[in-house]
């Protein structure tokens, strides 16, 4: 097995694509990445979509229905969003039913304005279930406060969630809490929770430009040497939480009832500085039962010049939790870092919401 994708998969590692677009559906791209580059998922997110109804033809049939048929800018977001995830959710069912309904997984984003509301995320997260209508569905909800709840209770009447925004080590485990909960709840709503999935994820390379920046405000030799190690650390030890829940007493009562484990899925895994290996947040972060989700550019870089030696991860913990340490030493406040991270990535989102609207309504009047 010489291809660095399938060596990665082979240690446990599900890949995922972090895109989808009408094009790459229709020209058979994705299917090629399943294919050739051992891809078993997809994820999706506002930018993703504007950034597809921004190039092409592909959406033009619809989006002259839709304008036709007048429907809202927010109605024909969903429209367009869940034609695209049902087809990928139809492309990927052979691999959901290879891998026991755990892969072949797509996810899509509940309305990112509704973050800080409980109610209204659970409502939008049941409507956009009911609306793709694919076992093999990821609803997308973030994890904030107020999404934790919307959490739980979405997974308790059955729906699979893709918990997203995850970046500090107390919220990730309020996020398997919650998980465990939902389950618990679906089991004594007499769900079968063998066929509610859940992957909580992890974001990896905002992190080390949040803590870079600070470090090199501090400017000190020892702060400059921390570069580059939060991001690592912080997503080693989410998985050392993990194994600790998810060998717990709790955890195995569930898995009498053949529940899976919520997986971490790193998440934000495209390389943000240039100083740094444009394959790190990958081979870096390699641990059974994980998944890396890739934009193309990273997926390609992996496919390349990819290296794997086996397990990067459980055998880290004492040095991430060194590195941590060290970073609060040089005057870097971790509770700070997440907290301005969860902040600013609820606002990036919603930002890129407001601007997939914008462009849907603009092409809605070009259509009509």
Known sequence: MTNPLQILSGEGVAVWLDDISR??????????????????????????FEKALKEGDAYDDQLRDLAVRGV????????????????????????YEATGQVDGRVSLEVDPRLAR????????????????????????????????????????????VNVTLI??????????????????????????????????????????????????????DRALELRGRAAIANARLAYQAHEEVFGSERFKALAGLHASPQRPLWASTGVKDPAYADTRYVTELVAPGTVNTMPEATLEA?????????????GGYAQARADLDALAEAGVDYDDVVAVLEDEGVEKFETSWNDLLARVSQQLGDAG
């Open 117 to 160: 509301e409980t109610e209204r995320t659970v409502a939008e997260a049941r409507a956009l279930w009911w609306l793709v209508d694919r076992p093999n569905l990821l609803i997308k909800i973030p994890a904030t406060v107020e999404g934790l709840p919307a959490i739980t209770r979405a997974l308790a009447e059955g729906i699979s």
């Open 72 to 95: 809202s800018v927010d109605e024909a977001v969903r429209a367009i969003t869940a034609y695209d995830i049902r087809w990928g959710a139809d492309l990927l069912r052979p691999v």
């Open 302 to 314: 992996t496919a390349d010049h990819g290296v794997f030696t086996g397990d990067t991860v459980r």
């Open 23 to 48: 094009e790459r559906l229709r020209s058979g791209n994705l299917q090629e990445l399943v294919d050739q580059r051992s891809v078993v998922g997809v994820t999706s997110n506002p930018t993703i």
């Open 167 to 220: 970046f500090s080590l107390e919220r990730y485990r309020q996020v398997m809490d919650a998980y465990l909960a939902g389950l618990e709840q679906a089991a004594e709503n007499g769900l079968d929770i063998s066929r509610i999935q859940s992957v909580a994820s992890f974001f990896v390379s905002r992190v080390d430009a949040e803590v870079d920046k600070r470090l090199a405000a501090v400017g000190t």
